[in-house]
Each structure stands twice: as structure tokens, then as C-alpha cells.
């Protein structure tokens, strides 16, 4: 098989209409067995591959279908399954889910975010007791699935080093000349299989690695390459700029690299620099696997048909795998039709991409004409006005002890208060209450009225458990990120533009397009009903800058700082409406905050002043003695400690279940001195702590927190869990911060 002029890295596995979704918490709950399952997920991978063989995509990937995580996927296909799992006696499906999601006996792998995407994988546990042993089914069997369809694939797996450097552990990348043989004994697995073609991914050499890390990169792809038995390999990097990692990787006998011209657009120079590429497939990331505008064909053309100057065979693709953005275009009929032209999801990226290869073969007589500007409409003078006139003194508050004492006079809070992070759980009935006001079946104030006795439900609920600060439970809002959007002028939203966060999880970001501006009130009626209910302090929750920036698709013709001060300034306006309405305390969540940091050290410090500077923004509106909390979950926070601690917020409420507290060291090392909430039960989970877990999670914060700082809170927000496992985890929750508070 050659691998011809065209591919993609990956491409959405969640099905059209969230299939894979339906069908896995189907199977979770009982109501379909392993059986139908796995025939459901054999019909999406299908579908996936017919797609791409009738786009006329040159080279088709296989092994990008996942039941939760694909790094989960590669941990059980060299053997790293801990014992902890493997001995709960489970089928291997079910083991699988359990790593994933948790069991009543052991909680699940650590969660973290997938370099700067908004997806999450699972951290691998590498110990001493990890014995890697090559079990390659899954690439065999969907390489026989596709074979059986007359498609002949490409298996990817995430390659050695990167799987190691994302791995946590005693050091799990000192074992990677270990690992290097099971790799070999998969590849001699897939060749015998008849497989011509194997994709192993090496993101995280777009990151800053050390010269160790990169020789180690070398030698290991050196010994794969001389295997005398195996399929050719390709070695895909994505997200960045490879430095010094790609003349490391041109070194190595392997038969194809991909770079990524979109992000790491000093590849090119790279490429450049190594001199004539013999005997080399270069696989230019031409197209943008992360964000959902049309690529500018004529611009990426010239970008390829420089690297078909420098090597012997050139193959266009996306800059990462297709994961990352919705499935089709073709199904949006509600969105703006000048918007609808500037658009290309997963399905017309692909056409792109099959575009651009006959561009570079054929030449460019029958690409399309560039699209005109975007129209004057999308942009807001008086925005762009306010945000000339800012000065520093926008984005500063008090002294953080003379707004603790304000705080604490106005709330009269005990010690180790007791909270929640937003969200209560979406039940049936209000995710039917929503569709059904969508399809008009259900007018405004009957879908008001609704939503009003569900807030009722969430603070008397939360008064019975004895909760200390109170939410009102958003049962109104679809996303935390949508909401906003749907609200804010320069926002547009897909009817089914689903996008996979982690597992079973989806969401729909909105599209920034134009100028950002708030026309009315967000969330002030709604906290403020709550609050009405209630003697204790209820908190507003808003999204913060960062985060909807994030979690949206950004528009690329002016930086990201200035959209997120656009956001900011919304946010501020709404900060300032719901002190005014009586809140006392506001919540402004940043759990991208880590995410969207460069990969790059060097580019770290301009987004972190940007970033914290539009939270800062956001939040400086108020009086010292409104309190002002901010939440970040799934990231690993070390790397961005010092910016958390200029965020400036009263309290700062942290994941930290799942990677056993570490936050903690973390702050200390720097001598954090505001209030922080680190999570004492991982929601991510079906499974509720017990009381002894939750009061173990509570005493290593309070050696590591003064207790007049600390606070009790959940890992996240609880939309995704059910009320019985609520109920009984908030109960161990306050429990145990009372138990605490008597010892």
C-alpha cells in the first residue's frame, strides 16, 4: 500500500449522534449487554472508514476508535494494566471501565487533560510491578474489520516515548529500552498480520524535552526501524514545533514523519534546515485538526509543495487527529449562512485534505477562491472602545487580608466550610423539560417554572445535608460553556456539533466569530430566586474568560488576549449585577487555565499574563467584602502554580483526588495564602467515598493548609453523577469536615 497523497491522524468516534455515548452508558447502566456493545461500536468504526474511502482519502486510519481513551487503549495493548484492576477478577471489558471510571473497591486512573485540547486521557501507573507484554487485539481485530470491507488500514497506537513522558509512576520513562521491545513484538504482531502500515503518535515532543529525552527518541526509533520484520512505520508528531526532536526523528530509518504546519509552523524551517529528505514520506499537517474554519487552500499549497521540495514523497493531512472538532457541517441548517462558508468540521476537513493532495500533484487551477473579509456586522465599536480605556487599576482588587476580614465579618462561616463546586445532577426530566422547549412543546414560563422547583429541590437538599455555602444547581443550563454563548453577541451555536471530552462525556462548543458583548443580565435571576430560599450565602457561577475561550472554537483574525478581555468585560458587567442583586459570593471557574498553556516554556509567560490578567478583569469589579472564588479541575496544576496564585481569588477550589492531594505540595511550595478548597471526592467516578477516604483526603490537607483556609468541596461540578450517589458522598463530605473540625 502506498501511502498516497492524502490522510488524516483521526477522526471523531463518537458517531454522528452521539452513538457511542448512548450505547456505553447503556451498557454501564445494565440496560444493553458487552455483546451489543461491541456490535454498536463495530458499526461506527465502519462507518467511519466507508466515509473516508468515499471521500477519496488516500491513506485510512484504523485503531482511532475508543470505548474511553485511546492512551487507555495503548496501556492494555503493552500490558500496563495494574494489579489493582487485574485482580478485581472482571472480563476485560469490564476491567477496562473500571480503570476508567473507578470501582466500589479501587478508584479509577488519574484524568488529565491531553496536552492543550480540551480532551482528557487517563494517566497510565507505571511500578515496579508493570510487566509490559505485547496484547495487540483491538489494532488486529478493527484492522480485520476495515480488511473484511475491502479498505486497507493504517493501525496507530500512541508510540513508546510519548505513552512513558504521559505516564506517572518511578520513573516510567527510565523503562523505555523496555518498552521498545514490546513495541517490536506488536509491530512483528501487525506485519504478520498483513498490516503495510503503522502509525505511532509522538506528541509529546512538541513540548520542551531535554537532550536525554530526545537522544532516547532517537535510538528508539532507530531499533524499530531495523526490525527485519515489520510494517513501515509512520511517526506522527502534532501540536508544535518539534525543535530539536525533528532532525532526532529524520535520523532514524522509519519510513514517514508527520509535522504539524498549523501550530508548529517552524517545522517547515526544520525541514528545511535538515537538508534533501531521501528516502523519506513527509506527511504535512496542512489542515487544522483543532479549530472548525476553512483552511486557506492556496496559502497551505504553498506550504506543501515547499516540503515536496525537500523530501521524496510528500502526503497531505490534518495537524492532529480529527478528535477535536464535530463530526459534519452538513447537518448545522440553522447557522448564518456568511458564517456556514467560513466553516469545516471533521467530514469537510477531510475534503480539504483530498483537495490539497491533487492541488500538490495536479496543481491549483480547481481549488476555490479565497473567502472575502468578514462582514462589518461582526464587529462592535463600543467594545473595542471600553477595552482601549482600560487601565491597570480594572484588574486589581484589595489587600487579600483586609478582603478576608470584610469576607469573613459579612458570611460568618465556620471553620473548614463546606461547599460544592456549581452544578447538581441533570436529570431525565429536566434534559426532556430542554428538548421540549426547543421543539416548542413546552412554552418559557412552563420550562421557567420547571427549572425554579429543581433550584427549590438543590437548596433544600443542600440545607439537609448541612452544606455550609450554598448553589442553586444550574438545572438551566445546558454546558457551562454554551450558556454563556448563547447569551453573548459574537457567539453562534451548532444543533449537533458534539465534540468528546473524556469517555462518555460531550459537549458543543459555541463559536466566537465577532465581537463579544452582553446585552442583558445572564444569571442574575436565577441566583438570585436561589438565594431568595435560603438564610446561607448562595454563590453566583459564571464561566471564566479563559475557559470559554477554550471551550469554544476561536476566532483566528485578532489574538486571543483581545477576545478573552472581550469575555472578560461581559463577565464584569455580570460579577457587578449579581453583587447588586445581593450575592455575596461569585464563582468564576478557570479549569482551562492549564490546558490552553503553550507547550512551548519559552511562550508560557505572554499567555499567562494575558490569561490571568482577562480573570483578573472579569473579577475586579466588586467590593473587597464580596468573596470570589474560582474553580480548576484535570490539569496538572504545578506547572502553572505561580498564575493560579495571581489569580487573585479569595478561594480557589482544585481537583485533587485522583493524583492524591499533590496539589497540595504544590501551593505550599510557594506559600499560598488565600483560601482553597483542594477535592476530597472525585466525581468523575459512580463510585462514593467512604468516610475514612474523605477524612484521610481532609488530614493531609490540613497538615498542608492552616484549617481557617481550607475548604470542603467535591472535585467538580456534579452534573454528570445521580442523586442517590450525591446524596450519600455529600453526606461522608460534611461528615468528615465536622469530624476534622472536633479532632
Same mark, same amino acid.
Given at each position: 500500500?502506498?501511502?498516497? !497523497?492524502?490522510?488524516?491522524?483521526?477522526?471523531?468516534?463518537?458517531?454522528?449522534?452521539?452513538?457511542?455515548?448512548?450505547?456505553? &452508558?447503556?451498557?454501564?447502566?445494565?440496560?444493553?449487554?458487552?455483546?451489543?456493545?461491541?456490535? =454498536?461500536?463495530?458499526?461506527?468504526?465502519? +462507518?467511519?472508514? !466507508?466515509?473516508?474511502?468515499?471521500?477519496?482519502?488516500?491513506?485510512?486510519?484504523?485503531?482511532?476508535?475508543?470505548?474511553?481513551?485511546?492512551?487507555l487503549d495503548t496501556a492494555v495493548a503493552v500490558g500496563a494494566v495494574p494489579e489493582r484492576f487485574a485482580r478485581l477478577g472482571l472480563s476485560e471489558l469490564d476491567t477496562y471501565f473500571a480503570m476508567a471510571r473507578g470501582v466500589d473497591a479501587e478508584p479509577a486512573l488519574e484524568l488529565t487533560k491531553w496536552f492543550d485540547t480540551n480532551y482528557h486521557y487517563l494517566v497510565p501507573e507505571i511500578d515496579a510491578g508493570t510487566l509490559f507484554a505485547a496484547f495487540p487485539v483491538k489494532a488486529l481485530q478493527e484492522y480485520?474489520?476495515?480488511?473484511?470491507?475491502?479498505?486497507?488500514?493504517? #493501525?496507530?497506537?500512541?508510540?513508546?516515548?510519548?505513552?512513558?513522558?504521559?505516564?506517572?509512576?518511578?520513573? @516510567?520513562?527510565?523503562?523505555?529500552? +523496555?518498552?521498545?521491545?514490546?513495541y517490536a513484538d506488536i509491530l512483528r504482531q501487525l506485519a504478520k498480520a498483513g498490516v503495510e502500515w503503522v502509525q505511532l503518535d509522538e506528541p509529546a515532543y512538541a513540548a520542551d524535552r531535554t537532550p536525554e529525552q530526545i537522544a532516547a527518541l532517537r535510538e528508539a526509533y532507530t531499533k524499530l526501524g531495523r526490525l527485519d520484520q515489520r510494517p513501515r512505520i509512520f511517526v506522527a508528531t502534532y501540536f508544535g514545533s518539534l525543535g530539536d526532536a525533528l532532525p532526532a526523528l529524520l535520523d532514524t530509518p522509519v519510513e514517514a514523519l508527520g509535522v504539524d504546519l498549523v501550530t508548529g509552523a517552524d517545522n517547515l524551517a526544520g525541514l528545511a534546515a535538515a537538508g534533501p529528505l531521501r528516502g523519506k514520506t513527509i506527511v504535512a499537517g496542512l489542515v487544522d485538526g483543532h479549530n472548525i474554519w476553512r483552511t486557506d487552500l492556496r496559502a497551505a499549497v504553498t506550504a506543501g509543495a515547499t516540503v515536496a521540495g525537500l523530501a521524496d514523497h510528500v502526503a497531505v493531512s490534518t495537524s492532529c487527529s480529527l478528535l477535536h472538532v464535530p463530526v459534519d457541517l452538513s447537518v448545522e441548517t440553522r447557522l448564518d449562512p456568511g458564517?456556514?462558508?467560513?466553516?469545516?468540521?471533521?467530514?469537510?476537513?477531510?475534503?480539504?485534505?483530498?483537495?490539497?493532495?491533487?492541488?500538490?500533484?495536479?496543481?491549483?487551477?480547481?481549488?476555490?477562491?479565497?473567502? #472575502?473579509?468578514?462582514?462589518?456586522?461582526?464587529?462592535?465599536?463600543?467594545?473595542?472602545?471600553?477595552?482601549?480605556?482600560? =487601565?491597570?487599576?480594572?484588574?486589581?482588587?484589595?489587600?487579600?487580608?483586609?478582603?478576608?476580614?470584610? !469576607?469573613?465579618?459579612?458570611?460568618?462561616?465556620?471553620?473548614?466550610p463546606t461547599t460544592t463546586i456549581g452544578s447538581f445532577p441533570q436529570t431525565t426530566s429536566l434534559r426532556q423539560a430542554r428538548a421540549a422547549l426547543r421543539? /416548542?412543546?413546552?412554552?418559557? $414560563? /412552563?420550562?421557567?417554572?420547571?427549572? %425554579?422547583?429543581?433550584?427549590?429541590?438543590?437548596?433544600?437538599?443542600? +440545607?439537609?445535608?448541612?452544606?455550609?455555602?450554598?448553589?442553586?444547581?444550574? @438545572?438551566?443550563?445546558?454546558?457551562?460553556?454554551?450558556?454563556?454563548? $448563547? *447569551?453573548?453577541?459574537?457567539?453562534?451555536?451548532t444543533d449537533r456539533g458534539w465534540v468528546q471530552s473524556y469517555g462518555s462525556r460531550c459537549v458543543r462548543p459555541p463559536i466566537i466569530y465577532g465581537d463579544v458583548a452582553r446585552q442583558a443580565p445572564m444569571t442574575v435571576e436565577w441566583s438570585t430566586f436561589a438565594q431568595s430560599l435560603t438564610e446561607r450565602a448562595v454563590k453566583g457561577m459564571l464561566t471564566g474568560p479563559v475557559t470559554i475561550l477554550a471551550w469554544s472554537f476561536v476566532r483566528t483574525d485578532q489574538p486571543l488576549s483581545h477576545t478573552a478581555d472581550q469575555v472578560a468585560l461581559a463577565?464584569?458587567?455580570?460579577?457587578?449585577?449579581?453583587?447588586?442583586?445581593?450575592?455575596?459570593?461569585? *464563582?468564576?471557574?478557570? #479549569?482551562?487555565?492549564?490546558?490552553?498553556?503553550?507547550?512551548?516554556?519559552?511562550?508560557? #509567560?505572554?499567555?499567562?499574563?494575558?490569561?490571568?490578567g482577562s480573570f483578573r478583569l472579569a473579577t475586579s469589579g466588586v467590593a473587597d467584602d464580596t468573596q470570589i472564588h474560582t474553580h480548576l479541575c484535570y490539569s496538572e496544576f504545578g506547572e502553572v502554580i505561580t498564575a493560579i496564585d495571581a489569580l487573585d481569588a479569595d478561594v480557589t477550589?482544585? $481537583?485533587?483526588? %485522583?493524583?492524591?492531594? &499533590?496539589?497540595?505540595?504544590?501551593?505550599?511550595?510557594?506559600?499560598?495564602?488565600?483560601?482553597? /478548597? @483542594? /477535592?476530597?471526592?472525585?466525581?468523575?467516578?459512580?463510585?462514593?467515598?467512604?468516610?475514612? &477516604?474523605?477524612?484521610?483526603?481532609?488530614r493531609r490537607a490540613v497538615a498542608a493548609v492552616p484549617a481557617r483556609r481550607l475548604w470542603v468541596n467535591p472535585d467538580c461540578g456534579l452534573k454528570t453523577r445521580g442523586y442517590p450517589e450525591v446524596e450519600a458522598s455529600l453526606k461522608r463530605l460534611v461528615a468528615a469536615a465536622a469530624e476534622i473540625r472536633n479532632s
Open positions: 500500500m502506498s501511502f498516497g !497523497q492524502s490522510t488524516v491522524l483521526g477522526y471523531p468516534r463518537i458517531g454522528g449522534n452521539r452513538e457511542l455515548k448512548k450505547a456505553v &452508558e447503556a451498557y454501564w447502566t445494565g440496560r444493553i449487554d458487552a455483546p451489543e456493545l461491541q456490535s =454498536t461500536a463495530a458499526g461506527l468504526r465502519a +462507518e467511519v472508514w !466507508q466515509t473516508l474511502r468515499n471521500a477519496r482519502l488516500d491513506a485510512i486510519p484504523s485503531n482511532t476508535f475508543s470505548f474511553y481513551d485511546h492512551v480485520a474489520e476495515a480488511k473484511a470491507l475491502g479498505i486497507e488500514t493504517r #493501525p496507530v497506537l500512541v508510540g513508546p516515548a510519548t505513552f512513558l513522558l504521559l505516564a506517572k509512576g518511578d520513573d @516510567p520513562f527510565a523503562r523505555l529500552d +523496555e518498552l521498545v521491545l514490546v458564517l456556514y462558508a467560513r466553516l469545516a468540521f471533521a467530514r469537510q476537513k477531510v475534503d480539504e485534505v483530498v483537495l490539497l493532495g491533487k492541488a500538490l500533484r495536479d496543481g491549483t487551477a480547481h481549488l476555490p477562491a479565497p473567502l #472575502p473579509a468578514a462582514p462589518a456586522s461582526w464587529h462592535n465599536a463600543s467594545v473595542r472602545e471600553r477595552l482601549a480605556a482600560l =487601565t491597570p487599576a480594572d484588574r486589581q482588587r484589595g489587600n487579600y487580608d483586609d478582603r478576608a476580614a470584610a !469576607q469573613q465579618q459579612r458570611l460568618d462561616l465556620p471553620e473548614l421543539a /416548542g412543546s413546552l412554552d418559557a $414560563e /412552563g420550562y421557567a417554572d420547571l427549572m %425554579r422547583a429543581e433550584v427549590e429541590r438543590v437548596i433544600r437538599l443542600q +440545607e439537609e445535608l448541612g452544606l455550609d455555602v450554598l448553589v442553586h444547581g444550574e @438545572p438551566e443550563r445546558n454546558d457551562m460553556v454554551q450558556y454563556f454563548g $448563547e *447569551q453573548l453577541d459574537g457567539f453562534a451555536a463577565l464584569r458587567d455580570e460579577t457587578v449585577d449579581l453583587e447588586a442583586a445581593g450575592l455575596k459570593v461569585i *464563582q468564576v471557574d478557570e #479549569p482551562a487555565l492549564r490546558e490552553t498553556l503553550p507547550l512551548r516554556k519559552a511562550d508560557q #509567560p505572554a499567555y499567562l499574563d494575558w490569561a490571568v477550589s482544585i $481537583e485533587a483526588s %485522583r493524583s492524591k492531594m &499533590e496539589v497540595l505540595d504544590d501551593l505550599a511550595a510557594i506559600g499560598y495564602g488565600r483560601g482553597v /478548597g @483542594p /477535592g476530597v471526592w472525585d466525581i468523575h467516578s459512580p463510585r462514593v467515598p467512604s468516610h475514612d &477516604e474523605v477524612v484521610e483526603s481532609l
